[in-house]
């Protein structure tokens, strides 16, 4: 059974970074493309970035580009989100995020999720 385990989230300041952490157990990691997405109280669940399987290619919503940065270390299973200059509207659970194929921006095609991590950004 494949389970992914989010850690990372927290409380931090406007302006401040925190890195995500994600890992994966129970198949091989490095078949997967890795997504973070996120979900704010009383909104959709969003996407947030995208990464390939073989860690080439990138994809990333326009909110967080130049911002984030999601990398994977396939020795360690682990999928990060460095998150940095960090507003009060980046708020939300995140959540990781798995498929086989390629790189997709909707939450429908993703088939394995963690369970959420809080990150909170006071103003």
């Known amino acids: 059974q494949v389970q992914l385990v989010e850690s990372g989230g927290g409380l931090v300041q406007a302006g401040g970074s925190l890195r995500l952490s994600c890992l994966v157990s129970?198949?091989?990691?490095?078949?997967?493309?890795m997504a973070w997405f996120r979900q704010a109280p009383g909104n959709e669940r969003n996407f947030v970035a995208a990464?390939?399987?073989?860690?080439?290619?990138?994809y990333y919503s326009d909110s967080v580009k130049g911002r984030f940065t999601i990398s994977r270390d396939n020795a360690k299973n682990t999928v990060y989100l460095q998150m940095d200059s960090l507003k009060a509207e980046d708020t939300a659970v995140y959540y990781c995020?798995?498929?086989?194929?390629?790189?997709?921006?909707?939450?429908?095609?993703?088939?394995?999720w963690g369970q959420g991590t809080q990150v909170t950004v006071s103003s």
């Open positions: 129970g198949r091989t990691f490095s078949w997967y493309t």
């Open positions: 995020a798995a498929r086989d194929g390629g790189i997709r921006s909707t939450s429908l095609s993703y088939d394995l």
């Open positions: 990464l390939s399987s073989n860690g080439f290619t990138t």
